[in-house]
């Protein structure tokens, strides 16, 4: 069983074209976040989320949106995708309560042409 | 400045070597300092999570964290090239954020 898994693995667009990615955590965990990894593999916070609050990171422009159906889902909407948006986006889950300690899914390489 | 600073590599080691990776940060804020270990095209997995100073071992990777010099490190005894892969260091704080901040991670090659 997956604990955290990401649909679709990989997804070619053009540019200006609207996209989600979707993340399920059969962890139970009560928080989920998204990350992006750029070309030099550096890892960085897009959002964190739990049924209490949402953080966004202040860089993250506002084309970027999660949206959470329920507790074991956090989708990543994008709008008007641009090439610098390319990267890998990775979901993650954690449990409060239990350290800060991160579980990731697979990734989707995102190629904005 | 980064929060969390690591040499990116890339490093190349003899298979059975020991493997010291290390980071180094500035927010004395950091509690939490985890390694993750990441094959290529795959997600980062959890190696190894400590809370505060001190050693934790397990099986041939050993973490150290010394919050007063505000550096950690990861070292692999008896490496295999099962081994190979990039170790990102990660850190994080109390509070409802929860969000960790990484380092850049270093490439490891270990050579049969």
């Known amino acids: 069983d997956t604990a955290v898994s990401q649909t679709p693995k990989y997804l070619v667009t053009q540019m200006g074209n609207d996209k989600s990615i979707k993340c399920e955590q059969n962890?139970?965990?009560?928080?989920m976040y998204w990350y992006k990894q750029d070309s030099k593999k550096f890892l960085k916070i897009m959002f964190s989320?739990?049924?209490?609050?949402?953080?966004i990171n202040e860089t993250v422009p506002n084309r970027f949106s999660p949206k959470s159906p329920d507790k074991a889902h956090l989708n990543l909407h994008i709008n008007s995708l641009e090439l610098g948006d390319s990267a890998v986006y990775f979901c993650?889950?954690?449990?409060?309560?239990?350290?800060?300690?991160?579980?990731f899914g697979q990734g989707t390489r995102l190629t904005v042409v | 400045q980064k929060e969390v600073e690591q040499d990116p590599g890339p490093l190349s080691v003899p298979e059975g070597a020991i493997v010291s990776l290390n980071c180094t940060y500035s927010?004395?804020?950091?509690?939490?300092f985890m390694w993750y270990r990441q094959y290529s095209r795959k997600g980062p997995e959890l190696l190894m999570y400590?809370?505060?100073?001190g050693n934790k071992e397990d099986g041939r990777f050993t973490a150290q964290v010394d919050k007063s010099s505000k550096y950690i490190s990861l070292f692999i005894r008896d490496s295999q090239p099962s081994d190979s892969a990039t170790y990102l260091c990660?850190?994080?704080?109390?509070?409802?954020?929860?969000?960790?901040?990484f380092g850049s991670g270093t490439q490891l090659t270990v050579l049969p």
């Open positions: 993650a889950s954690s449990q409060v309560g239990q350290g800060t300690e991160a579980f």
């Open positions: 962890l139970g965990h009560d928080t």
């Open positions: 989320y739990n049924n209490k609050e949402l953080i």
């Open positions: 927010n004395s804020a950091f509690q939490y």
């Open positions: 400590t809370y505060s100073s």
């Open positions: 990660a850190m994080g704080r109390s509070g409802s954020a929860r969000q960790l901040t």
